[in-house]
T-cell receptor, first 112, second 113 residues
Framework: QKEVEQDPGPLSVPEGAIVSLNCTYS??????FMWYRQYSRKGPELLMY????GNKEDGRFTAQVDKSSKYISLFIRDSQPSDSATYLC????????????FGAGTRLFVKA | DTEVTQTPKHLVMGMTNKKSLKCEQH?????MYWYKQKAKKPPELMFV???????INESVPSRFSPECPNSSLLNLHLHALQPEDSALYLC????????????FGSGTRLTVV
């Protein structure tokens, strides 16, 4: 079983839709959770990071963490064609040094 | 523009060549990283320089060698690479060991022929 599971998609939605992207994880020791957006042939760009369970909002983006279910989500409201990218979840554990595990990434297409 | 600058953006090299990838950040971050990313795969950690201490992913072959001239610069020296080493090589930096995320560069797309 992978430490972090993420559906690779692709996920195709119409412009204006609410997008839900999800990751599950197996190790309850993960403490810090991040979402990155990666456009084709570019490096990942940090969208949001959070530590605690609950919701964190930034503009059209909401990150949700449920530590009891080992489940994290990223919601995108009023999706735009410019949101078309690969979205990677990532989570960090303190093992004496910090270790970050990335999900496989979900490819999102927002159609105009 | 990203705050982590990588050069070159593209590189084609033969299996007998020696080349170097360069990375620079001016955010005062104390940790810098090299990641390798194959198409449709997540980034894989290769090396970490944190507070002048090097940590190595033991699965990385010795034909890759990192160098950290100072806290703002990170190089990756390449020698005798194989075609399977063709990938996007990403440099990243962080302030808190990745707890608050990484700032990635745009990457160097490497092709080994």
């Amino acid at each position: 079983q992978k430490e972090v599971e993420q559906d690779p998609g692709p996920l195709s939605v119409p412009e204006g839709a609410i997008v839900s992207l999800n990751c599950t994880y197996s190790n309850s020791a993960f403490q810090y959770f991040m979402w990155y957006r990666q456009y084709s042939r570019k490096g990942p760009e940090l969208l949001m990071y959070t530590y605690s369970s609950g919701n964190k909002e930034d503009g059209r983006f909401t990150a949700q963490v449920d530590k009891s279910s080992k489940y994290i989500s990223l919601f995108i409201r009023d999706s735009q064609p410019s949101d078309s990218a690969t979205y990677l979840c990532a989570m960090t554990i303190n093992t004496g040094g910090f270790k970050t595990i990335f999900g496989a990434g979900t490819r999102l297409f927002v159609k105009a | 523009d990203t705050e982590v600058t990588q050069t070159p953006k593209h590189l084609v090299m033969g299996m007998t060549n020696k080349k170097s990838l360069k990375c620079e950040q001016h955010m005062g971050h104390r940790a810098m990283y090299w990641y390798k990313q194959k198409a449709k795969k997540p980034p894989e950690l290769m090396f970490v320089y944190s507070y002048e201490k090097l940590s190595i992913n033991e699965s990385v072959p010795s034909r890759f060698s990192p160098e950290c001239p100072n806290s703002s610069l990170l190089n990756l020296h390449l020698h005798a690479l194989q075609p399977e080493d063709s990938a996007l090589y990403l440099c990243a930096s962080s302030q808190l060991g990745g707890l608050d995320g990484y700032t990635f560069g745009s990457g160097t797309r490497l092709t080994v022929v």
